[in-house]
């Protein structure tokens, strides 16, 4: 079956580093995504990863091992503001996009 | 402003009552889809149309009834729903389905409708 691992909260200090992992099994393969969701409002994209490695943008970098199943969303000098889900979404084969439960980060000061 | 809107953003229903949800999308896109976030579950996609034709219907029951009359609007149309349909019911969209690009799928929300079943 196809299946995507994240934890479920996840709890840091401002100004700190949080590391977010996902694992997923799916039927193919074709590109893995991160979103941010505030309480109440839509996910909003944050980074896609195709091949092996590290994505930076910013603050936030992702990471992607297609052979281990394995990605994380890395956020540096974390902010109040970045409280919110974190959602991690695989394209598999047949393009179809399958989201994880997301993770839920509180930042606190 | 994601270009994506949604119309009504709060429902409360009745079992035996109709609704419609609405979606537009101001974007040029070509793919449009629905989704269904419970509390503390993944996103559960609902429906795609590509280029106003469905392409995915994931197993949803009949009371859910999608209509997509041209690539900018998107409905649902809901009837006879259970208290278990209550969820926030978020619309995407994004340029079109085909090839592995980021910039061709990366998927645009609008800001949901959060239904109340009654």
């Known amino acids: 079956g196809q299946n995507i691992d994240q934890p479920t909260e996840m709890t840091a200090t401002e100004g700190a580093i949080v590391q977010i992992n996902c694992t997923y099994q799916t039927s193919g393969f074709n590109g893995l995504f991160w979103y941010q969701q505030h309480a109440g409002e839509a996910p909003t994209f944050l980074s896609y990863?195709?091949?092996?490695g590290l994505e930076e943008k910013g603050r936030f970098s992702s990471f992607l091992s297609r052979s281990k199943g394995y990605s994380y969303l890395l956020l540096k000098e974390l902010q109040m503001k970045d409280s919110a889900s974190y959602l991690c979404a695989v394209r598999g084969g047949g393009f179809k996009t399958i989201f994880g439960a997301g993770t839920r980060l509180f930042v606190k000061a | 402003e994601t270009g994506v809107t949604q119309t009504p953003r709060h429902l409360v229903m009745g079992m035996t009552n109709k609704k419609s949800l609405k979606c537009e999308q101001h974007?040029?896109?070509?793919?449009m889809y629905w989704y269904k976030q419970s509390a503390k579950k993944p996103l559960e996609l609902m429906f795609v149309?590509?280029?106003?034709?469905?392409?995915e219907n994931n197993s949803v029951p009949s009371r859910f009834s999608p209509e997509c009359p041209n690539s900018s609007h998107l409905f649902l149309h809901l009837h006879t729903l259970q208290p278990e349909d209550s969820a926030l019911y978020l619309c995407?969209?994004?340029?079109?389905?085909?090839?592995?690009?980021?910039?061709?799928?990366?998927?645009?929300f609008g800001p949901g409708t959060r239904l109340t079943v009654l």
């Open positions: 149309y590509n280029f106003k034709e469905q392409t």
């Open positions: 974007l040029g896109h070509n793919a």
């Open positions: 990863n195709v091949l092996d």
């Open positions: 995407a969209s994004s340029q079109d389905l085909s090839p592995p690009d980021e910039t061709t799928d990366t998927q645009y």
